[in-house]
């Protein structure tokens, strides 16, 4: 059970698997103390991952998107809320490249490469407290906003506001963290994802320049810039598959090292009970499924998105489809085998020091952005009317 | 939606409820904060419900089984740690009526009732680390016990170790909780059911007198006494309930007051949303059907306890499977309802203060114990074969 | 496994019995035959359990709808298509006791029970094809309904027709079957519930009377008259029950009978396998808390109805919420229970001529009509909001 | 949703679409009359697809596995039964592949496209009626095989017994279906895949000489000969997913064409109902999951079939692993789909002339013969324990 064969990850296979043994080591103790995880930023940081998707046209690595989300999943593995800072890191790259001019793309990307920058962003779009009110040369900022991963501590910061009602209205600024009248606030706290950084930022006054806002692109009506959205749901269908695959092979550990059958089962080792190897058969194979699909729609996005502006209506409908089809299959699954594992351990599983929970804990906090039933609502649509997914913030 | 028709708890209601408020207004926090609830557990104390199941010829009132697994259902909707304490008391009572002599009975229910006991216990059947050895006069009990509920804090332990591989070869004793020899740890620390004091319990040396261990029970070759697990199935039965209602009813709370709905849902109110309204009669009503299981199951249980030994082998076999039905149906119930609620709430309610996920916690801990595959592999055999559930330490 | 305890059916146990066995001796035969069952019809005629729910006051024993819906099971067990033409003559009855004036109470059901009358509808609310016509003294009925259960071979026909848009404009005609004009079809011909006799009637200027439209009722404005949506709704309930209990008391007796372990599992009888245990114990068990859940619906429903007139605003809503709670999951757990005992049986219990998979295609088309999700969204609108079930033709 | 893009069955596509055009105009009507299909065979053996998988060494076009499961998935879309019949040809095909000599081969599959023979078989291993007799030169077979599938009208049968109790004691025998003491059974009478033929042959005193008895082969001790049970299973798998597209899709033309949304929806039209998007995009994204963990299976399987005798035992582990993963979740999403498309149509959708219960019936029947939960336990304790599943006639 495994994020993919050996040299997945290419020439970054032992920089990836470092970093996530890294992560990993301290990722139960972290999740019981919850806070900003600014030092393990720091390795990701030096690990060079931060800009794997730049193009090699601004001196970035350009590898491509299944690569990142793969990285995602491993690293997921290891760490939850690391592996979304990390994935929403190339998420605010992407955005650079899928709304900004030539010019905002070399600008940025190049920078990213060249400075090493990790990106917060503040664009939650279902906040609507933060206002924009044209000022001569650009535009000042009130208000705040929730929800802003990885804001704490980041370099620069990807900002959004909708000016109307429509999808396309949507306005994309980016500007430094530490920009006058800025307050990055340190006041995340859920149950789940506990060191995603994803607290409020409040913005007083602060000034943006027409320059800083991402565009006009060449293409901005067109379906390629809604990739945006397909590129985020499949970074939570990666880190959905890293929680279920860390918590299968975590229980498989404890199995073969710890766990005692019942007497009543007959058997002389837990692996030998019939009723977990059922249990755990159907939690492996569900999981299989939901990694193949979710292979299969990152295969389909990252070639919609290695394809450039001239994606079409169809493949972009074909391409959320199977987007939100993997979400939806990983966010259930993912649940499920999060919250059954413990049957398969046991009781002892759940010593608070094992923090064996906080698998469940994360994909329960997670699955609830952007919610799996809409989703499915989406699907079925499709499935019963032919209607593809509409382009929004949120698909 | 509510634990039972008002009145249900006769003339402990006005007690009960107040307990249940006392309990709730402080459960959040105390979930939080783990450890000992020394000052509730004297909350639970001054209420006088400890000795609710003594029966009247000890000097208690004689309430009915059904009426003690009823309040513990109510006290679990607003904590489950200190109802499982609660639950447990009433077990250790019932044990000394099933197993003990008439002597006995009057000696340490009186005290219950008189002295206002609270009782812990070191009885895991499956942690077999404590022995005994004969002694004169006695018996010396050297080892460990782990999951020894309530014993911290507790005035009486009864303890209870096999002597051999019988389910009759059981034997309990009963003895100061400062017994010399005796330490009760405070070592318990699980990711749910955080304030039951579950730890170990050292005994080194420890001293008990044959007047101490319980029986010969009049009847003790007859179904009677192996009521005691099926009183304990019961009680977990109820706190899982406990924990869905109050789940539940919380997410009510929650949507009410605070839930937004989908912009693309095209309602007013969260409340309107028909997805949500699917969602919450999903739960809603799979979780009243787990009750009208449990109801059925505590009524025939409580008769059985009340008929008193005479109990025969089909009613108890009907029993059994009875209370294993409603316990496999209320854990598998209850832990789908309270890990679905947050998708009524949406993701803000996963706010770490709210603490919302400790019902999910607590389920999650507490159908470990006993699994409910194997109460459903025990009614499976039943239904293909007619053989009854074995009376066992876990039946 | 049963319908009840021994006596359930009262003075009539022998009755139900006797019924029950004729029935189900030739049912697998009838459902590939398919077609109207008119001898079976007269073996219920000639039980004398038509009248079964005739108030005394009309020279009926006035059965409790409890004991008429714990019929309707245990005959659905034998035969699902006779026993819901069994359930809905009593549905008719009731009708005309909810209806009714004082006079067409005496009238009809006097004649209920006098004549043997076998009563049939064309009822259904979806089918909008018929309309009534204001003629001098009373109607003139034209059009075509659908899905009329029991009026191939009736002696008396309950139509209804909506005269307006809300849920008291429903009228509802008591016309002998053998009026001019009408055309009683034999042409149902669904995958399950093959012998209900549910085909079309056709109305060619079918004159009806003002004496033969029932009501005015005492108390029309009153939520007395909506128990019949809930009545029709517990009927299905326990058709839902009864094949859902039948197959698993089919495939208990095949296991034990003909059943062989798979080599694998090391078993000497298909009953003693961990697998199958799980998967039959599952069954069971929910099956348990569909029944316990039916059974709480139907005395509440049944002492609503025996109350009378009387009935409170918050009382009917308790009861709908209730008696729709006990639809659901029943209807969930009889298709997943039918669908899943072939998992106990075996590769050769799917032998064409057992028909094994009428129960479950009895119950996929059962539950189609006022579908489950509906019955969810209302309760689960209930538990978020407080509203209750709206009363209707469905409701 | 479709069984693959289009061109997907590259030089056959014209013919592949042809036939199973040709096929589902009728496949309603012949699963109501059941019985053998030897019209529709001959259409299968004069579309020349039957000699697909036969290699260009003897004569045939040598398409890939791949393309063989994915023409079965194709064709189970319009008619299960003969898309069973056309998978277990190339089973058999297959079969001489793993376990016959070269010569036998040449013989065999060179006949099979010469001859355009259509390949039967009596192999069933839990059927051990049937008995080998060592007499001069050969064999003399005794006594009956049940579920021998496509036997009727074959013109070949590959006959299997097992002369001891390890997996690699199973003999494989080749007769022309007319051998003198053959007795062909039209005797297949099941409630799904009612036209596989897969009824009784009948050995009186058969005789085979030593020359038609499969092998011995070049490595019959290597993993390289197992593969033939795991393409079986992935026969089974392509059949469930073409019976679950083809529901589907018939869902999706029911609900445009013929549904009417429920009043209280305030939609439309049934495909704007939130409640049927919801259902349809759940049957939906589950659907899209086993697709696609079935196309990495067969992948995987056609490569280990293509790589030849040199198969490792860590690459059939995978192998056997992935297949079995897809042969489970096909099978589980298969039955939970076909059951539940009704609920999109609505009542009349049961109408017993459309028969759109026959992809519930087709799954249900087929998913019994190699239960999934014997898979899931193999799978499950490869996940515990890491031990591969065990290589037999049924894995």
Redesign the interface.
């Known amino acids: ?1 495994s994020a993919g064969s050996a040299g997945a990850f290419g020439p970054w296979t032992e920089t990836v698997e470092a970093l996530a043994a890294e992560l990993g080591a301290t990722a139960a103790a972290r999740d019981a103390a ?1 806070g900003s995880a600014q030092a393990e930023r720091e390795l990701i940081r030096q690990s060079g991952l931060l800009a794997l998707a730049v193009p090699v046209e601004w001196g970035g690595p350009g590898a491509s998107w299944e690569l990142v989300l793969r990285t995602v999943r491993r690293l997921a593995q290891a760490d939850s809320s690391l592996a979304h800072l990390f994935g929403f890191q190339h998420l605010q790259v992407a955005t650079v490249r899928l709304f900004g001019t030539a010019e905002q793309q070399a600008r940025y990307l190049g920078a990213t490469v060249r400075d090493r920058w990790f990106w917060g962003n503040a664009v939650n779009s ?1 906040d609507t407290r933060l206002t924009a009110t044209r000022i001569d040369g650009g535009w000042r900022l009130d208000g705040v906003k929730g ?1 802003c991963s990885g804001a704490l501590g980041s370099d620069v910061l990807n900002v959004s506001i909708s000016t109307g009602p429509e999808p396309t209205d949507r306005t994309f600024f980016v500007l430094p963290s530490d920009r006058t009248g800025l307050e990055i606030r340190d006041d995340w ?4 994802q ?1 060191q995603t950084d994803s607290g409020t930022v409040k913005f007083d006054g602060v000034v943006v320049t027409d320059a800083e806002r991402l565009g006009p692109a060449p293409a901005a009506d067109t379906p390629w810039p809604s990739l945006r959205s397909l590129l985020s749901q499949s970074i939570l269908t990666e880190i959905y598959l890293g929680n279920a695959i860390a918590a ?1 092979e975590q ?2 550990h404890y ?2 090292a710890e766990a ?1 059958p ?1 007497a ?2 007959n058997v002389d ?4 009970d ?13 999981l ?3 990694i ?2 979710a ?2 729609g990152a295969a389909r996005l990252s070639n919609a998105y290695a394809g450039g502006p001239a994606l079409t209506e169809a493949a972009r409908a074909e391409t959320a489809v ?1 987007v ?2 993997a979400r ?2 990983a966010g259930g699954t993912a ?1 499920a085998v999060t ?1 059954r594992v ?3 351990m ?2 002892r ?5 094992l ?3 906080r698998y ?2 994360n994909v ?2 997670h699955t ?2 952007d ?15 032919g209607a593809p997914p ?1 382009a ?1 913030a949120y698909s």
């Open positions: 059970l919850g279902r929800f706290n859920s149950f789940g506990r299968l229980a498989g199995v073969r005692r019942w009543a089962s080792t837990a692996g030998d019939p009723t977990l190897q059922l249990r755990a058969g159907e939690s492996w194979a569900s299989q499924a939901a193949a699909l292979d299969s199977a939100a089809s939806w299959m649940l919250q413990f049957e398969l046991g009781a599983s759940t010593a608070g020091g923090r064996l929970d469940w804990r329960r906090v609830l952005h919610p799996l039933d809409l989703r499915a609502r989406e699907l079925g649509r499709w499935a019963l009317t509409v929004s």
